[in-house]
């Protein structure tokens, strides 16, 4: 009788030797089999048998071989690097010509009809502060072709820049500021035996997009502090930019950022137009309901009853406020 011990052994053995013969072998691979039987006397130890591949096999890998590849290829690691950092250094200025250009902008929401010189003249030194210290590297840093490379880079910075730009020049001649203005004002922060920076038609037209927001928000100011006639000059300025937009942005191969920026620019217009009429409305009102005041105060002071009313000069509340609004909306919404 068998004992147990040895009956898992010899089980063993049987599927090792069912598993070699049943495998394929692959090509190129060698299949391992246990040596179990002793070296012979006087003959140096085996090495131990390792799987190797044909490739493997033929001899050492080509890049060996290859310095030329090697040195190639570290050529190009190193202009990747080189951009990647120019890339971050844009990145950086780009959000400090953003962070500048709004404090340009707040300053500029500060004016009004007493101090429109001071701050307006604050407001341009601030704007040449910003091209002479943070644009001016951007004009260091682009040089060539990276103005189209690494655009992403800083457009939103120069899209802000515009905004600032064209919003000054706005309040203080009442006219939108030109692409070629612009870049003529930048030229003198490049160097002549370069190629100089020059701000693209694309973030120029955005920049100018995103001045319909601040011109709406000048706007309602402006009609809190009672000056209407203002408030329609800014309304008619941005009618025209949008009237003018709309034809163009059908002709622009990347309009989808462009095309957000109208909606918001139609949204702004509406709310200027609606801040006119309904202070134009109130106006009308408050003019309406003291006229009517004095009147009852001197039917009251008259001695006697009151006299009827003809029908003819009877006038009721309801066909005065259909009178007003029809005389606003033909002011403002039809014109």
Known sequence: MVPLRGCHRFAHLRLFSFLSMAAPQQPGKTLLRPNTSPPPAGSAPKRSRTMATDAAAAGPPASKGCPAMKAEFAKHAEYLNALNDKRERLVKASRDITMNSKKVIFQVHRISKVNKEEVLSKAENDLAAVVNQYIGKLVKELQGTDFWKLRRAYTFGVQEYVEAATLCRFCKTGTLLSLAEINDSLLALSDKSVEPLQINVLDYLLGVADLSGELMRLAIGRISDGEVEYAKKICAFVRDIYRELTLVVPLMDDNSEMKKKMEVMLQSVVKIENGIVFFMLT?????????????????????????????????????????????????????
């Open 283 to 335: 106006i009308l009102i408050l003019q309406f309901l003291v006229y009517k005041t004095i009147t009852l105060l001197n039917v009251d002071k008259t001695s006697g009853p009151p006299q009827p009313e003809d029908e003819t000069t009877k006038i009721s509340l309801p066909s005065v406020q259909l009178h007003i609004l029809y005389i606003a909306f033909s002011l403002f919404i039809v014109h």
